[in-house]
Each structure stands twice: as structure tokens, then as C-alpha cells.
RNA sequence: GCGGGUGUAGCUCAGUUGGUUAGAGCGCCAGUUUGUGGCACUGGAGGCCGUGGGUUCAAUUCCCAUCACUCGCCCCA
């Protein structure tokens, strides 16, 4: 019975459901190419050392949640767990660096090995945008604007929070690296144990526990602003200013703190109550030691991935556009089915959405017609066919009139179907 | 990976203090209506009570395991 039910984590989408992905995939697109952000796919599968270099060996999607592959040759495959470094991958691998800057948008499955819960897939399918060579502010705010633009045309800003925070540059962070650790040292027995041990791997991390003690112990903590440099400051009041400015609302989270080490200077979440404990929908943030991380030239970057999943969780179906009515094409009888389908083959290359009905007498056809919500039935019977007509019978209304077949498109046309 | 909860019809859920034919609403199919749907009425189909094992004369019910979902932790979109 196992082979009846999808791998854990994986889900089929059903028709409603794939309408609300499409949906959000269209819109984010759209919105994306309004600010020139060009369409990018690249491949599900990617060597495991792209994710290994860019997304750090310590951090939980390298070291426990990554797909390996079965494969023939040497090097290990793994499935993406991200879309970021399988883009900036590609950009190397195409030799795009030479045209700076690069827009980029992407839709499509990530995987990652972790308990499934709400809002949280084995397969997840997510939707990013990426903003290659440009390292002025106004790049981050661009960004920002685009993720914003896109909850806001799903009708979903009012429901999110932006949190936002700076890491700083690589000199700010590697002081306050410095700083932070020192300082937990002297509460090293007071920390959580999970606490203790990030103190050796990722200590900036520490900063967002959940753990009660800890928190106690961060508010003496020193803070990242303080060691902020000149650069990294002016950077960060900027973008605060551009989202100002654009009247994006924000919010200040010097807790927050991004998982993967590509990123530096601008983080940001566009975060939710309404999904448990999976509060991020579109996240993201600078990144501009990744691509000379993986060996290529120093091109700084920013971007986001927004979850599909989680946005779809979100989207109630009144906020989808409503789907077209179609026309319904009703034969009294099996004999006129031919004349069935040559009047509704005429109709659709006139533009009409037209179902044919299959299968018994007149009642029972209406009754299918119903049921897949047809404005009209267009009835054909011996009579009709006799004498050249059509029976155009309101479905909402149940009016019905008979007009000849030539006549038909423009009757429709004029009851503004 | 760790801890808690749940699993009965397509869906939402009752129920069985272990006992013979396991129920409701919605949905589905058919009829009332062989050229008129929606509404109404009548009838019908559909369940190895998640799966495997154990205890028992007897298990959907109790026990164990497993799988899936779910909530929290970890982490992330």
C-alpha cells in the first residue's frame, strides 16, 4: 500500500490548489519583469560542493538536510536545497559576469531532508529574484520593493511584517564576532547547551535562541551596531531611508540573523503569525562574497526566495481571480454529438471557453452543464438541427431562446460572454 | 534528529466501558422527469476502523512496532 501514498514531504497539488501556484508564480513573475528582472532556470540537481562552499559546512541545510544523489561518476550530486548558488553557478558557468548588472527571477522545487510540518516540505517549491553587480543600497531596496510589490498584488502585505537588520561588512562582523564571543565566554556555563556549541560553529546565531536564560544573558550582550564601521553604517541608513521613502513598512530585528554565510550587511524576512512556527514567507539579503566564494570574481549580490507553499497556505480562494464560466454544449442525444463538437470547435477558435458534455439525454447533460458552473447551455436537437438552429438556454436565469447557428457568436458576443 | 497529539466512508466527524448487521451530515449515483439543470422528495453504492504484529474464546476498541499527518524544538521559504 506504500506505493499509494507520495514520498514524506512531497504533496500532490489538485487542480484548486495548482490554480493558487500558478497564480502566485504569474504574479511574482510579472511583477518581476515590470522591474526588468529576466526569467532564469537552472537545473534541480547541482554538484553538492555548490551548496558546500556557498551555504557553509556548518550550517543545518549542508550538514543534515541535503538530497544526495545516487550517481555513476566521482563527484557527489546532490538535489537543490536552495536556488541562490545554483544561479550564481550558472551565471560563471555561461561567462555572464562580464555584463553586471544581472536581474534575475526563478521559480521552482528545492529539497530538503527535515520533518515535514505546516509550511514545511521535503519538496518545497519556492520563487527568488536575484540582483547580480550592484552594491549600491539602492539595489537592496530595489529588492526589498519587488518582494514587497509582489505580496502586495497578492493582496497579502497587510498581513506580513518586513523585519529587517544588518550584519555588516566582513570587517564589521569579524569584530563583532570577536566582541560577542568574548563576552559569552565569561556566561559560558549559563548558556543552553545548544547555546554552548554554536559558540565554537556560528556564534552570531546565538543571537536569535528561543532559549529564556540566553535571552537574559544577550540583553548585556554587546550589540552589532555598535561595531558597525562607517561603511557598513551608511550602507544600512540608506536602505532604511529608500524603504521610507517608497512607504514600505518595516521593522528593526537586530535579532535577526541569516543561517547561511553567504550573506553580509542587509537581512530581511517578510514574516507571519498565521502559519505556526514557520513565521518566514520571502527572505533573503546581501550576498557579496558569493561568488568568490565559488571561485569566481568578487561580484557583490542581493536576493530573496519567498516559499509558494507557504504564500498558497496564506491565499484564501476569494483572493484568486475568479475562473471563466464556459459555455456548455448539449446534445439531446448521442446522434448530435458530432454536431456537438463542430459547433464547439467553431466557438473556441472564436475565443469562447467551451465544454463539450458527454453522455445521455438532455436532462442529464444539464445536469453536467451545472455542475461545471457553464453560463449557458447551447442545445442541439433534432429540431435545432432541422431548421439550422441552436437553443441558447441561461443557466442562471433558465430563459432560453432559439436563434440560427450563424447567429450564434454574435448573440454571445452581445450577452458579453 | 528530539518530544507531544491524531489516524473510522471521497470530505467533516460521531461511536464501540473488547462481543454478532460500524453511523450521521455533505458529496457521489439513480429515480420522481425518455427535449430541460439548479430546489425538493425517494432509493442506492461506498469502510480489512492507517499498516504489521501481540494479548484474548473474541480486537475497530487493549499493548507494541511502523507509516502518515499534526503541534512544539532545531532550522528554514
Redesign the pocket.
Known sequence: ??IL???????DLLPPECRKYSYITDTAKKTAASYGFAEISTPIMEFMEVFKRTLGDE???VS??MYEIADRGDEPIVLR??G?AGVARAIMSNGLTQSMPLKYFYSGP?F???????????Q???I?SELFGVSDPVGDVEIIALAYDILTALKLNQRVTLEINTLGDDESRKQYRHQLVTYLKDHHKSL?L??QQ?LEK?PL??L????EGDKKILKKAPLLSDSLNGFSQEMFAKVLEGLKILNIPFVLNPHL????DYYCQIAF???TTE??????????GRYDGLMATMGGPSIPGVG????????AMMLRDELLPSLKRPLAIVP??EAFDIKGLELAQYLRKEGFTVEMTYG????????????IN?CY?L????????SGLV?I????????E?VPQTDVRRILKEKGI
Open positions: 500500500m506504500a501514498q507520495p514520498v514524506r514531504g512531497t504533496h550550517s543545518d541545510i543534515k538536510e536545497p536552495e541562490t528545492m530538503r531532508y527535515e520533518r515535514p510540518q505546516k509550511g514545511r516540505l521535503r518545497l517549491r519556492q527568488g543552553s545548544e547555546s554554536r556560528n546565531r546565538i536569535d535562541t528561543k532559549d540573523v541569516r543561517g547561511l524576512e517578510f514574516t502559519l505556526g512556527s514557520q513565521g518566514a514567507v520571502i527572505a533573503g530573496w526566495a519567498g516559499g509558494i507553499d507557504r504564500l439531446t442525444d445521455g439525454g438532455l436532462g442529464k447533460r444539464l445536469k453536467k452543464a451545472n455542475k457553464a447551455a442545445i442541439l436537437g433534432e429540431t435545432e438541427i432541422a437553443t438556454k441561461s443557466l442562471d436565469q433558465g430563459q432560453q432559439q
